[in-house]
Nanobody, 127 residues
Framework: TVQLTESGGGSVQSGGSLRLSCVAS????????VAWLRQVPGRVRVGIAA???????NYQDSVWGRFIISQEKGTNTVYLQMNSLKPEDTAEYFC?????????????????????WGHGTQVTVSS
């Protein structure tokens, strides 16, 4: 069973930074991808960054150059460093794991198998 636990959310002023963490357990050996997605109430969940087991990264257009996804394999942790935060980055942020990720520019999406989800962490950016 895959378990994903997010932490690091909070409130920050516009222009500030936050780092989210996702600790994963139960990931199958071999190829996988871990992604960060965010959701605003009343809107669809949008994938914003992903990293695969080989360390290849993918970013949605709106966070390119501001957010950095990384992983620490020894602790099974995936980080999302968020810089130059804007009020429109306010959302619930979720960590998810699945076999593969694609990128349409508008969103990063999973394909090829089951996706497991964390429970989310809230990020609020004030102007």
């Amino acid at each position: 069973t895959v378990q994903l636990t997010e932490s690091g959310g909070g409130s920050v002023q516009s222009g500030g930074s936050l780092r989210l963490s996702c600790v994963a357990s139960g990931l199958a050996a071999g190829s996988y991808s871990v992604a960060w997605l965010r959701q605003v109430p009343g809107r669809v969940r949008v994938g914003i960054a992903a990293i695969d087991s080989d360390g290849r990264t993918n970013y949605q257009d709106s966070v390119w150059g501001r957010f950095i996804i990384s992983q620490e394999k020894g602790t099974n942790t995936v980080y999302l460093q968020m810089n130059s935060l804007k009020p429109e980055d306010t959302a619930e942020y979720f960590c998810a794991a699945g076999p593969k990720c694609g990128n349409s520019g508008d969103t990063i999406y999973f394909f090829g198998g089951t996706v497991d989800w964390g429970h989310g962490t809230q990020v609020t950016v004030s102007s």
